[in-house]
């Protein structure tokens, strides 16, 4: 078994900052990828941040500039540091793991419960 726990999230007005956070906990051998996507209503899930087991990162670009990802492998958790938020930044967040249960296993993607930003003007 493999568990996500997300938090972070909240209300927020413009121009301000929020640090969403997801533990990753279980039955994990490696983590590969990490990353948060969003979910506006109405809106196709997008991805916004990635992170890979080497520390590449890459960015929508909406939020190039604003938000910073990292992770802590000792702890399996990834982060999110969210600065000068939008509007248009409110949606719910979903993290995702890309994890190896055992050696020479297949890498299973895992998300996280989701949180809710809502950025108020």
């Known amino acids: 078994q493999v568990q996500l726990v997300e938090s972070g999230g909240g209300l927020v007005q413009a121009g301000g900052s929020l640090r969403l956070s997801c533990a990753a906990s279980?039955?994990?051998?490696?983590?590969?990828?990490m990353g948060w996507y969003r979910q506006a209503p109405g809106n196709r899930r997008e991805l916004v941040a990635g992170?890979?087991?080497?520390?590449?990162?890459m960015y929508v670009e909406s939020v190039k500039g604003r938000f910073a990802i990292s992770r802590d492998n000792a702890k399996n958790t990834i982060y999110l540091q969210m600065n000068s938020l939008k509007s248009e930044d409110t949606a719910v967040y979903y993290c995702?793991?890309?994890?190896?249960?055992?050696?020479?296993?297949?890498?299973?993607?895992?998300w996280g419960q989701g949180t809710q930003v809502t950025v108020s003007t």
């Open positions: 992170i890979t087991s080497g520390g590449s990162t």
């Open positions: 995702y793991v890309d994890i190896k249960k055992y050696d020479f296993g297949p890498v299973q993607t895992y």
């Open positions: 279980g039955s994990i051998f490696s983590i590969n990828n």
